[in-house]
């Protein structure tokens, strides 16, 4: 192993356990806010009081778990890089994009949840099926960023066991659907160019 990669593989591990810390951190303050401010939330399944209820307890052991778990498969991804055409800084930039996705997509359905915003409540799995064409929902990092910012309404349990199911659904979409899309576009486009020779 070079000094560069011994080097690399250094910062990876503290990310890894920074960002485990920080996620830890902030949940541990959220339950002690909550603690003193009513007591900590209960969640009830599909917002039924009838139904059974979730501890916002359960996330000072599932989010520190999670983050370890999801920002490992993220490290080790980097380590067995193995295109050298894909710069660091560009990989870099794609797992914080799609973490991004993640936490954006995450914070709108909490604020329509919130405000009972129909429209999109209503077509958010729809939403989530086009977006697993285009990109690799069941990817670590946007995992990570859906549950981190529906914790705060959801409690982490609940947007955990829904993004999970949600995944497996992307990966099938994603591996063997969209190279159908792909291809059926392919051969669309080459009909369209032997029809009109000249354009």
């Known amino acids: 192993m070079s000094q560069s990669d011994s080097f690399k593989i250094t910062n990876l591990n503290r990310m890894r356990i920074l960002g485990t810390s920080v996620v830890t951190l902030l949940t541990f303050g959220m339950l002690l806010w909550e603690h003193f401010h009513g007591g900590v939330t ?3 399944i599909l917002h039924n009081d009838n139904l059974p209820g979730i501890s916002n307890l359960w996330g000072a052991f ?3 778990l999670l983050t370890w778990i999801l920002l490992g498969k993220i490290k080790t991804k980097i380590e067995k890089r193995k295109s050298p055409s894909l710069q660091p800084n560009n990989e870099w930039s794609r ?3 799609l973490f991004l996705i993640g936490l954006t997509f995450g914070i709108v359905l909490s604020v329509s949840f919130t405000y009972d915003y129909k429209l999109f409540l209503d077509n958010v799995l ?7 064409l285009l990109l690799p929902i069941y990817y670590a990092e946007f995992i990570l960023g859906f ?4 914790t705060y309404t959801f409690g982490a349990i609940i947007p955990t066991a829904f993004v999970l199911i949600v995944a497996i659904i992307g990966f099938l979409l ?6 159908l ?3 059926v576009l392919m051969f669309i486009t080459k009909e369209l160019n032997i029809g009109n020779p000249h354009s």
């Not at 729809?126 to 697993?132: D, P």
């Not at 549950?147 to 529906?150: E, T």
């Not at 994603?174 to 190279?179: E, L």
Request: net charge positive; hydrophobic share 60%; proline share 7%.
């Open 126 to 132: 729809y939403l989530l099926l086009v977006l697993s």
């Open 95 to 97: 797992i914080f994009r």
């Open 42 to 44: 209960i969640h009830h």
């Open 147 to 150: 549950v981190l910012s529906m």
């Open 181 to 183: 899309f792909e291809k």
């Open 174 to 179: 994603f591996k063997f659907v969209r190279p």
């Open 62 to 64: 599932l989010l520190p």
